[in-house]
């Protein structure tokens, strides 16, 4: 079965420190996944996309990995601010060109705190 | 703003009545999804048009959810005679070419079926 899970399932940090979360995924085919950030209350807003050859991609103070063969990711954040409060994402897509059948994990719940 | 918007961002109404969203794309992009997102779960996909054909429909849309992009441009979601199951965030998004390319969301239309 298609699926994707993430850990920590909430965290709560001090503004200025770093953290990391992660995503583990069995889904098969794969084409690629995503981060995405999800205020409360508004639309996901992508962070970032790799396809299965890529193995780091940064945004800004945001960085994700991707170990295609151990099926894991990671998303980095440095530095963080009050306005990073937020629900993250991992979403896999099994399919290039389908954007109907993407497998959505539950996210991790952050919230910084001043 | 430039982004996809979506109208109204908040509605409340009575079990039995009719609403209707409309959603605004990013100008130049060709596809658009409709998604339903409810508390703690990821989006389920709804539907999706390619300019002003509807290709796809999810199995969620039941035939009391309709969905038109007359003009390939902006989109509007019905819902007849709805229910208190219908109570969700729903969620458009759009992109451009290819169906598996990053997809902009708009900021979710809030409904509460009472």
């Known amino acids: 079965k298609n699926q994707v899970e993430q850990s920590p399932q909430s965290l709560i940090i001090l503004e200025g420190k770093n953290c990391t979360l992660q995503?583990?995924?069995?889904?098969?085919?794969?084409?690629?996944l995503r981060w995405y950030k999800q205020d409360t209350g508004r639309g996901p807003v992508s962070l970032t996309i790799?396809?299965?050859s890529e193995n780091t991609k940064s945004n800004g103070r945001y960085t994700a990995t991707l170990d295609a063969d151990t099926k894991q990711s990671s998303l980095h954040i440095t530095a963080s601010q009050l306005s990073d409060s937020a629900s993250y994402i991992c979403v896999v897509s099994p399919n290039a060109g389908n954007n109907r059948k993407l497998i959505w994990g539950l996210g991790t719940s952050l919230a910084v705190n001043p | 703003d430039t982004g996809v918007s979506q109208d109204p961002r908040h509605k409340i109404t009575k079990r039995g009545q009719n609403v209707t969203f409309r959603c605004d794309p990013i100008?130049?992009?060709?596809?658009l999804y409709w998604y339903r997102q409810t508390l703690g779960q990821g989006p389920e996909f709804l539907t999706y048009?390619?300019?002003?054909?509807?290709?796809?429909k999810s199995r969620l849309l039941s035939d009391r959810f309709s969905a038109e992009r007359p003009k390939g441009s902006f989109s509007t979601l019905e819902i007849q005679r709805t229910e208190q199951g219908d109570s969700a965030m729903y969620l458009c998004?759009?992109?451009?070419?290819?169906?598996?390319?990053?997809?902009?969301f708009g900021p979710g239309t809030r409904l509460t079926v009472l």
């Open positions: 048009f390619q300019n002003e054909a509807q290709l796809e």
């Open positions: 100008s130049e992009h060709n596809r």
């Open positions: 790799m396809t299965f």
């Open positions: 998004a759009s992109n451009l070419g290819a169906s598996g390319n990053e997809q902009f």
């Open positions: 995503c583990n995924y069995t889904v098969s085919p794969f084409s690629n």
